[in-house]
Nanobody, 127 residues
Framework: QVQLVESGGGLVQAGGSLRLSCAPS????????VGWFRQAPGKEREFVAAISWSGGNTYYADSVKGRFTISRDNAKNTVHLQMNSLKPEDTAVYYC????????????????????WGQGTQVTVSS
């Protein structure tokens, strides 16, 4: 098991930007694919973005495509989610998730494919 720590959430006006970060506690992110999910009040948790171990493959939910960018710095053991042009409907608790993979290009999109989760960080976008 890997403990994941998210940071970077907060309150921002519509149209603004935030950058979320995710890092493992006490170990490396090597050989882990990483994803971001979010859960808005009264809604189920949904997929936002994912990145392969190598960083060479990324995937986005249609609702964030063109506005969010997932990236990773394996040297610094960190994955980022850059969120631009934020909308009130992006308001949610954002969760980082990670899973060991057998190859550098695998990307996982489903919750059940991840076995390590962070505690979540709140993102609130005001209109």
């Amino acid at each position: 098991q890997v403990q994941l720590v998210e940071s970077g959430g907060g309150l921002v006006q519509a149209g603004g930007s935030l950058r979320l970060s995710c890092a493992p506690s006490g170990r490396t992110f090597n050989a882990y694919a990483v994803g971001w999910f979010r859960q808005a009040p009264g809604k189920e948790r949904e997929f936002v973005a994912a990145i392969s171990w190598s960083g060479g493959n990324t995937y986005y939910a249609d609702s964030v495509k063109g506005r969010f960018t997932i990236s990773r710095d394996n040297a610094k053991n960190t994955v980022h989610l850059q969120m631009n042009s934020l909308k009130p409907e992006d308001t949610a608790v954002y969760y980082c998730a990670a899973t060991l993979v057998v190859g550098p290009y695998y990307v996982h999109l489903k919750e059940y494919e991840y076995d390590n989760w962070g505690q979540g960080t709140q993102v609130t976008v005001s209109s």
